[in-house]
């Protein structure tokens, strides 16, 4: 009797998780058709839930944080669909500087999917209280990526190279909107090449450095300057 209430109350729980899932996604898939005119915003998750059937109430259980969970949601989205793509490759034929060029790609592809959203988006997480949301999300795309090129770190090296790829991940994805793939290629080179020497930008990091970044590039995807 006990093992079978107990695997009545898994089956449930499996089966709430997935409604909570599949609503989720249906509801960021009516906010990224709206987003375009609408703007990244509270109004953007009320007429997404609406488009997708769902209740004020439902939203509030799905999306306690309303436009912030949205953007967590597709940004893992484009997380997800960077690391699909980048299982294609043989890892073990690329060296580290590839590995990390193929995954910043990878990455600014994935987002390009849904171009038509990245500036309200921008504009949404250039927002002061929502500064450390760009900056979290940006350090799980960064982590993603390192751990598909092998990376093994557990000591300080571990949190100082996704430091170093989330402002690479920034900035590129910046120069991505601004100016075109061949700049934010060139741009991404650059960088690599940068970064490379690894003890040397270690040495030479400022607490800020990171932070910087990331308001310099929100604003450059915002405002679309060069």
């Not at 906010?31 to 005119?37: F, G, I, K, S, V």
């Not at 949601?73 to 580290?96: E, Y």
Request: hydrophobic share 45%; aromatic share 6%; no cysteine.
């Amino acid at each position: 009797m006990s093992e079978n209430v107990e695997t009545s109350g898994q089956a449930s729980g499996q089966a709430g998780a997935n409604w909570a899932d599949s609503a989720e996604q249906r509801v960021l898939d009516e906010a990224l058709r709206l987003a375009p005119t609408a703007g990244w915003n509270a109004g953007l998750v009320g007429q997404a839930l609406a488009a997708a059937g769902l209740s004020q109430a439902e939203g509030q259980l799905l999306l306690p944080e309303g436009p912030r969970d949205l953007a967590a949601l597709l940004s893992r989205r484009h997380d997800a669909a960077a690391l699909q793509r980048l299982r294609g490759f043989d890892l073990a034929s690329l060296k580290i500087r590839q590995r990390i060029r193929e995954g910043v790609i990878a990455r600014l592809d994935a987002a390009q999917e849904n171009g038509d959203v990245l500036r309200p988006l921008a504009v949404f997480l250039a927002f002061p209280t929502n500064l450390p949301l760009a900056a979290r999300l940006t350090w799980e795309s960064a982590d993603g990526i390192w751990r598909w090129a092998g990376d093994a770190a557990t000591d300080e090296n571990h949190y100082s190279k996704r430091a170093i790829l989330s402002g690479i991940l920034v900035s590129t994805l910046a120069v991505d909107m601004a100016s075109g793939r061949d700049s934010a290629l060139s741009h991404l080179d650059a960088r690599i090449d940068n970064v490379m020497a690894f003890e040397k930008w270690k040495a030479g990091l400022k607490p800020m450095d990171l932070a910087s970044e990331m308001v310099e590039a929100l604003a450059k995807m915002r405002y679309g300057g060069r």
